[in-house]
């Protein structure tokens, strides 16, 4: 063991620290490799059957070729990207749950390790993971389609996910404060949060469509300038230069957002050991 | 290094009373640690004994940062545990009554994560997983899921967890809770090894007066949230004596003349009561 003077001045550096929590999503996901098979059949399943509503309406004649193709397309984005905002969601409010249902929060929240690291670890996998996994739903997907990719600005789409995906880990650290709050129910509770943003962000369909009231909440859902971007890269080709407005959003929205997430975790975590629910649950 | 390893000042800690709610107004706190001070000097086994829900967990939690006191101060080697509190944790690790771990991960894997949370680079770890869980006679099965251990390994590869870290203030709540005879006094020799050989100072709960009097230099009981009694095992004893002679006297005496009950009394009137 070491000697005294070691403890008290050892500490890992921020990122050593921070890639723990990711090799420890990455031991547990591989011994939950079934779950992963269950997400990746649920999510396949659900694209097709989403898409395939555009190829029906080609087929009918209720639209031509060109739209039938542009609606494929759409809806294509509409459900992957949906995939990918309710996997890095559910990844994290999965694991606070988890968790605290193992007992293992206390043992995790007393180690010394800033918050902001480790949730930035959660994060880095959350995404990750819901990244590759969204990746394979397509390429799956692709087999079923035939989608013209002519005019795809991949690098365009690219950014946006990229620059999206700090708001998105931000939405789901404050999703996975429910379960830190309500040790029984919060984890149920954070499918709230990702129907609300199903319902409001245009994932199946314009937020032109949403009654007024509706469309204000779609403006502060950053889940709605993702997929605008990245539709808008996809499906008429623009470039970087092109969704700079978008871009821009998405960069304003991640810059606000993650300090709030932070803070309100925080504040969550606080609330805990006020009130003593860090205490093992189940 | 602060020759006072754990100062306790005045602490203080109730649950419930919902002030917020309107309609929780009626219903009055429950106090569980009440006005609670005591020193531990560096390198000393303090014990602090006491029936279930006597408060014995609640202070353990408050001194491990994870519960915030009403009243009353912490500090860990002359750090306030709440201002300074990163810094107060790389300092301390804590054992708890349930070994608390990812169950279907390995043993080896919780504790990479839980050591390198701590800052512990993987060699380290392993090399030290490997003595530690060596002395505590489970290297072998250290690439186990922890549901293929029993309720016992599982509590030793606990300890493992927190001796890993090699703290200079452990906390161990209980830590033989569920262990059979041979395994509770692995882990007992392996805590006062640790004392002698790693200059850690260690605060002890636990409802088993002859573990508490085998480790402790100093123990303290605590019966409604309170401390009634604190000392050397001699002290305590001699003060329960009554004229007897002090090797007649246990410590199970000594908790009657302190508080009117044997132990396993006060544990039935709450399991029951």
Redesign the interface.
Known sequence: ????S???F???SAW??S???V??QT??WK??WAWELVWLVYGVVNTLAITFIAEELGRRGETSADAANRLVLFLLIGTLVWAYLSAVLDDIGLVVG?ERW???I?????????RSL?LLGMCVFAVVHGAARTLLIFAIALLFFDVDFSNVDWLGAGAVLVVGSVSVAALAVLSGVLPLLYPERGTQMTMMVQASLLLVSGVYYEVEVLPGWLQAFAFLSPATYILDGIRAAMIDGDGVASLGGTLGALALFGVALAPVSLAVFSWAE?YA????K???QG | ?HPIALEVDSLSKS?GGGRALPWRQGKAPVPAVQDVSFNVPRGEIFGTIGANGSGKS?LV?MI?????PDHGSIRIFGLDAQRDE??A????N?V?P?P??????SAY?NL???A??????KEEIRR?TKEILGRLDLADRIHE?MTHLSRGQQQKVAVA?A?L????LLLLDEPTTGLDPVSKREVQHFVRR?RD???ATILLTTHDMDEAERLCDRIAFLAGGRIVAEGTPLELRARAANGRPIDDVSMEDVFLGLTGRRLEEDEEVLVHG
């Open positions: 063991m070491a000697n005294m070691e403890r008290v050892a500490s890992g050593a620290l890639m723990a929590f090799e420890r031991n547990l011994r939950y988890w193992e007992g293992t206390e043992h995790t929240l007393m180690a010394p390790v800033r480790h606080g050991k006020r009130t003593g860090l205490k093992r | 290094m649950f609640t939690r491990s940062t994870l519960l915030t990163l810094l944790r790389r300092l301390i804590r708890s349930d608390s771990f990812f169950r279907t991960m894997e990479l994560f839980f390198r949370i701590y800052g512990l680079g030290r899921p967890r001796f870290t090699s703290p200079v640790v050989d790693h200059d």
